[in-house]
């Protein structure tokens, strides 16, 4: 699914890359823009973790389970042993099982919670070189992109530029013939020529 990228695990675990879908910054970078391999990878990553966590929480459960039955062991063989109990020893056969069950339920688990810190590295691992790849390809195109709009600022300038340039001349004829027909005609006089072209 990742891309070949040739990245050194050796430096990469030296890094301590954390778990990515956890990670605050590449959530801010990559959670709204992934790629459908860095969904589907970023979705088993995420039932990976959950499944260790679940896993661990059943490991207690049982643990849990096997003490009360350890518990319940006990009790059962000094009624069936103090009081020749038949009913006792029947259930303490029937409790025995039980352990044993529960015995590979947590050996089960166990080796589970063995085997699942690789598989989440792993996972991480290809995540990680999927989001390497796609991150160079985000920063060319953006390299591209924002080359490209220095080049149509650059033409704005200009025109901006010359219209600045214009404005200020038009402004500045404004002002000069403003200044000339006050000086030549007088305040009133131009007071009342300019309600008679601006219709004020």
Do not use: C
């Amino acid at each position: 699914m990742a891309r070949k990228i040739d990245l050194d695990e050796k430096i990469i675990k030296r890094k301590k890359i954390p778990i990515l879908i956890k990670d605050n910054a590449w959530k801010s970078l990559h959670k709204e823009n992934q790629t459908k391999d860095m969904k589907a990878l970023a979705e088993k990553l995420e039932e990976l973790i959950h499944e260790e966590k679940e896993s661990m929480r059943q490991l207690k459960d049982a643990q849990r389970q096997k003490k009360v039955l350890m518990n319940k062991v006990l009790k059962l063989s000094d009624d069936a042993n103090s009081n020749d109990n038949r009913t006792a020893l029947i259930e303490l056969e029937n409790t025995k099982q039980r352990i044993l069950e529960v015995n590979d339920r947590i050996d089960e688990l166990q080796f589970r919670l063995e085997m699942l810190p690789k598989e989440i590295y792993d996972m991480n691992f290809e995540l990680l070189k999927e989001t390497v790849y796609e991150s160079y390809e985000d920063i060319i195109e953006g390299k591209e992109q924002v080359s490209y709009l220095d080049i149509e600022i650059q033409k704005i300038r200009k025109i901006l530029g010359k219209m600045w340039e214009e404005k200020f001349t038009k402004e500045k004829r404004i002002n000069d013939l403003y200044l000339y027909l006050h000086g030549t005609l007088g305040h009133e006089e131009t007071d009342k020529l300019d309600r008679d072209f601006f219709n004020t």
